[in-house]
């Protein structure tokens, strides 16, 4: 069974960047995603990549700050977040779906455990 295992999260400064990595261990998966939740808020969706990155899509919040990749041959997917704010500050969360690359949540089955980003002002 694949499971994913999230690292990287910390406590940064405003303006600096910190990057998540997301490997998926027993196999690799078609899409996959980055989601984050604050709390008292919902979920919400930060960026999604297909297996050969011929698609990327982001969220409008984190558009030109952030970018998401990927290394095939390590079952890995990277978040390198620029110029964090504040308003990131929330736990990250990895997901793996094998249907569309999508902006929701439930089009992905697979679910890492979260990882905590937090952003001093």
């Known amino acids: 069974q694949v499971q994913l295992v999230e690292s990287g999260g910390g406590l940064v400064q405003a303006g600096g960047s910190l990057r998540l990595s997301c490997t998926a261990l027993?196999?690799?998966?078609?899409?996959m995603a980055w989601f984050r939740q604050a709390p008292g808020k919902e979920r919400e969706f930060v960026a999604t990549?297909?297996?050969?990155?011929?698609?990327?899509t982001y969220g409008d919040s984190v558009k030109g700050r952030f970018t998401i990749s990927r290394d095939n041959a390590k079952d890995t997917v990277y978040l390198q977040m620029n110029s964090l704010k504040p308003d990131d500050t929330a736990v990250y969360y990895c997901?793996?779906?094998?249907?569309?690359?999508?902006?929701?949540?439930?089009?992905?089955?697979?679910w890492g455990q979260g990882t905590q980003v937090t952003v001093a002002s």
């Open positions: 990549t297909t297996y050969f990155g011929g698609t990327l």
């Open positions: 027993g196999g690799a998966i078609p899409n």
């Open positions: 997901a793996g779906g094998s249907g569309v690359a999508s902006s929701h949540h439930w089009d992905y089955g697979l």
